[in-house]
């Protein structure tokens, strides 16, 4: 079975820091790998995905994650964060399957607080 | 192009009464899948419909069932409501087959007293 393990619960950071992330996940068979961002009172608009190709997939608003095998993970980084940036963020994984059958599985989430 | 929506976004019922949800998906859109998200954890897969047919389902009781229209918007029903049922309910619609964004709707903030 399918799990997510987002590694950190809480981050705090100050504006114009770097920022990471962390998502670790398991599973038995090749997976699509997704970031998803939650804003206060809203629901979750897709920050970028790994489907295959290159490991190194970016958003257009600055995030990038890179998919590791051998280690299982797809951890998200942001060289430069801004006020803005304050979120959940949930790491989530699928499998190709049957024909519709693609759930995704989801991190616990990671709160990224940016602090002025 | 409208994107998914969902109704009604807060509602509050009492213990063993029943509830629906409704959610309309995005245009051109065949699949819709629901989630439920509890305070403070990550959504948790309910089901998913392709085409009117239920073809996944996660680790939720048969109290929870839906339905998913010609037009492809669907329903959430939720039977003998439990105050562990409290959470936001979102649903999202994508394309059929793997690695398809799935695109959320706001929610429904389900109370359950």
């Known amino acids: 079975a399918q799990s997510v393990t987002q590694l950190d619960s809480q981050v705090p950071v100050f504006e114009e820091a770097p920022v990471e992330l962390r998502c670790n996940y398991s599973s038995s068979v090749s997976v699509y790998l997704f970031w998803y961002v939650q804003y206060p009172n809203q629901g979750l608009q897709l920050l970028l995905k790994?489907?295959?190709?290159?490991?190194l997939v970016e958003s257009i608003n600055g995030f990038e994650a890179e998919f590791n095998k051998s280690q299982t993970s797809f951890h998200l980084r942001k060289p430069s964060v801004h006020i803005s940036d304050t979120a959940e963020y949930f790491c989530?994984?699928?499998?190709?399957?049957?024909?519709?059958?693609?759930?995704?599985?989801f991190g616990q989430g990671t709160r990224l607080t940016i602090n002025p | 192009e409208t994107g998914v929506t969902q109704s009604p976004t807060h509602l509050i019922k009492t213990r063993g009464q029943q509830v629906t949800l409704r959610c309309s998906s995005q245009?051109?859109?065949?699949?819709v899948s629901w989630y439920q998200q509890a305070l403070g954890q990550g959504p948790q897969f309910i089901f998913q419909y392709y085409r009117e047919e239920e073809n996944g389902r996660g680790n939720f009781p048969p109290r929870f069932s839906g339905l998913q229209f010609p037009n492809y918007s669907s329903e959430l029903n939720v039977n003998a409501l439990e105050l562990d049922d409290s959470a936001l309910y979102l649903c999202?619609?994508?394309?059929?087959?793997?690695?398809?964004?799935?695109?959320f709707g706001p929610g429904t903030r389900l109370t359950v007293l």
């Open positions: 989530a994984v699928s499998e190709g399957g049957t024909q519709g059958a693609q759930k995704l599985v």
């Open positions: 790994y489907l295959s190709g290159s490991t």
């Open positions: 245009s051109g859109h065949n699949t």
């Open positions: 999202a619609s994508s394309l059929g087959g793997p690695g398809y964004t799935k695109f």
